[in-house]
Nanobody, 111 residues
Framework: QVQLVESGGGLVQPGGSLRLSCAASGMPFSSSAVGWYRQAPGKERELVGV???????HYADFVKGRFTISRDNAKNTAYLQMNSLRPEDTAVYLC?????WGQGTQVTVSS
C-alpha cells in the first residue's frame, strides 16, 4: 500500500505555531526528497519548501525564518514546523514524495 498522510493542521491564532507531519508508507523514503506545498482559496498551489534525502533544505522566500522542514527517516516521516503564523498562511498544506501526494491538511490562522 502506497500512502502519504498529512496531519497536524487546524485552527490557530495569529502568531501561533503548528507542526505538520507527512507520514509515508509503501514507498522509498530515506532516499527521496520531500516537498511541502500549500494552496490558498483562489490561488495557485505554491512550493513552501523541500528537504533532500541528506537533509538539505530549501524554502520559499515568504516563509524563511518562520518555517522549518525536517525529517525522521527511521519513522518515514517529514515535518513542517510553522511559527509566527499569519492569516495569509491559511491554506491546504500538502506533502509530496516522488509522484505521490497526500490528501492535504487544512491550516486556518484566525483570531
Amino acid at each position: 500500500q502506497v500512502q502519504l498522510v498529512e496531519s497536524g493542521g487546524g485552527l490557530v491564532q495569529p502568531g501561533g505555531s503548528l507542526r505538520l507531519s507527512c507520514a509515508a508508507s509503501g514507498m522509498p523514503f530515506s532516499s527521496s526528497a520531500v516537498g511541502w506545498y500549500r494552496q490558498a482559496p483562489g490561488k495557485e498551489r505554491e512550493l513552501v519548501g523541500v528537504i533532500a534525502s541528506e537533509g538539505m533544505t530549501h524554502y520559499a522566500d515568504f516563509v524563511k525564518g518562520r518555517f522549518t522542514i525536517s525529517r525522521d527517516n527511521a519513522k518515514n516521516t517529514a515535518y513542517l514546523q510553522m511559527n509566527s503564523l499569519r492569516p495569509e498562511d491559511t491554506a491546504v498544506y500538502l506533502c509530496s514524495v516522488g509522484v505521490k501526494w497526500g490528501q492535504g491538511t487544512q491550516v486556518t490562522v484566525s483570531s
